[in-house]
């Protein structure tokens, strides 16, 4: 008998939650439009075939404009569902934000810096209490984790928020990291040398001590934005989770480590992870954000003492090496600089980094212009607070730098390379990036050549610079055509289709 989707997601007996989470976003996306989200119920082997569903999808954009999460209920070897690419375009990111694509990097900006304090809730009332694995059940056999793109080195968690403590301050700090399936209790935590986690990391190893963390799978976008954020200090993402949702994030003690996890979560993997590097186990290659296996070595390992989830989990996935992938970290480093560039150029009136160019290493900036010059203060900010970005594309406020044919129009009609261009050697750039130097040139390493295009008009011409052609802006906005264009008739299809 084939089974309905309430067989594995009891959105009914949620209807009535009072927080937010991956099932009131759900939601409120197909509620917004259904057809942003699509269900495959034959089974499909975790091994490259969920992906390779996705991937077709991306590439079919004349049937699937929207480039749609994808919720696989009948994975090979595992009883729960498995969503991915509920984050692979920004318009769905903007809706998780209560906004759209214009509004989407202003709000998430205001949104970050307003941090709401987390909720304690007790057990019961916690849905990701409503089952306990512990000790030989915690079996990561049990969830359908995916071996997404080709030369991945195994089967991967990618979309885990990593929760950890500071031994230090006992300050909690949550990240996002892949990790790789070793074993029914075993998963490797690969993290960057420069992120707080890795700091953390090192805190334990020189007290002798191993680190606690707890890796949670499924939740509201906001608390996986939050993740791939970076509040000053240690900690602080999970304030910003609830600043993002609007809704102060609920937590819960975990069950084997003392640490509070979010309450309203599908899944929390709880372990320990051993600081000494000799325990560590080889991890790599991965499908990474520039769109290319990178990083190979040993890792830490992560031993699994419990799982908890819904008695209905959804386990998410976060298809790496695909838009999904650019566009959930593209969108909080956006907000982050938008806020960090106006501290030195108020004017500027909106930032974005387009998944062309990985959400990290392009960015358009749209300015007010007041005085020349601006716009290369504007770029050396962004460069100074977003390293992985070497190329930055200045235009003026009536470019919609959400629009790239409009920026690239701009970049065409506005810019002349001999005085608009400016060159940056051996700026610090993003490590993962196959093409980045060292300071022997041709060594590997971390640095960059960058790039600045002033594609803004001047200012104090000898000549105005023209306006641009259009129609009238009150007729258009009246014209819609919905109220004038309609489709073929039958009769008229088969005129045209007839042999």
């Known amino acids: 008998m084939a089974k309905k989707l309430s067989d594995f997601i009891d959105l009914a007996a949620d209807s009535q939650s009072k927080s937010k989470d991956l099932r009131t976003f759900l939601r409120q996306l197909v509620e917004h439009d259904r057809d942003q989200l699509l269900v495959v119920d034959r089974e499909v082997d975790p091994v490259f075939e969920a992906t390779s569903i996705v991937d077709r999808i991306r590439s079919d954009s004349a049937t699937y404009p929207k480039y ?87 089967k991967y968690v990618t979309s885990a928020i990593s929760i950890t403590k500071d031994p230090s301050s006992g300050r909690v700090n949550a990240g996002i990291f892949r990790a ?150 593209g969108l909080a480093r956006t907000g982050f600089v938008l806020s960090r560039v106006r501290d030195v150029v108020p004017n500027v009136a909106n930032v974005h980094l387009p998944l062309s160019g990985t959400a990290r290493m392009h960015a358009y900036i749209s300015m007010r212009k007041i005085a020349d010059g601006e716009p290369h203060l504007a770029a050396f900010n962004l460069f100074a607070y977003n390293q992985a970005t070497k190329h930055i594309w200045v235009v003026d406020e009536d470019i919609d730098v959400t629009n790239e044919a409009e920026v690239m129009w701009a970049f065409a009609t506005r810019f002349q390379a001999d005085k608009d261009m400016v060159v940056i050697n051996n700026s610090i750039g993003g490590w993962l990036n196959p093409p980045t130097y060292g300071y022997q040139r041709d060594k590997k390493g971390s640095l960059e050549t960058k790039l600045i295009f002033d594609c803004t008009r001047p200012l104090g011409m000898d000549r105005e610079f023209p306006t641009p052609a259009g129609v009238p802006a009150e007729v258009k906005e009246r014209m819609n055509p919905d109220d004038y264009v309609r489709s073929l008739s039958d009769a008229e299809y088969e005129l045209f289709t007839e042999e």
Request: one cysteine or more; glycine letters at 10%; hydrophobic letters at 40%.
């Open 68 to 154: 749609p999460a994808v919720l696989f209920t009948n994975i090979k070897g595992s009883d729960i569902p498995c969503l991915i690419n509920l984050h692979g375009e920004y318009e769905r990111l903007a809706l998780s934000l209560d906004t759209d694509l214009q509004g989407m990097v202003e709000e998430f900006g205001r949104r970050e810096a307003e941090q709401l304090p987390t909720k304690e809730v007790s057990p019961s009332e916690a849905p990701v209490k409503e089952v306990v694995l512990k000790g030989s059940d915690a079996k990561l056999s049990l969830l359908p984790i995916l071996k997404h793109n080709e030369l991945d080195g195994g």
């Open 180 to 329: 790789q399936l070793h074993g029914e209790q075993e998963v490797n935590l690969m993290f960057g040398p420069y992120q707080t986690t890795a700091h953390i990391f090192r805190e334990h190893a020189d007290r002798g001590k191993k680190m606690e963390v707890a890796m949670v799978l499924g939740h509201h976008p906001g608390m996986l934005l939050a993740g791939t954020t970076n509040p000053p200090g240690v900690g602080g993402e999970l304030e910003v989770a609830g600043s993002l949702m609007g809704d102060s994030l609920e937590v819960v003690p975990a069950e084997t480590v003392d640490l509070m996890v979010p309450a309203g979560a599908e899944i929390v993997i709880e372990g320990v992870v051993d600081t000494d590097p000799s325990t560590f186990k080889d991890e790599g290659p991965f499908g990474e954000y520039p769109l290319y296996y990178t990083g190979t070595g040993p890792q830490p390992v992560v031993k699994v003492q419990a799982i908890t989830m819904r008695r209905k989990p959804v386990y998410v996935g976060l298809f790496n090496a695909s838009p999904e992938h650019l566009a959930l970290g």
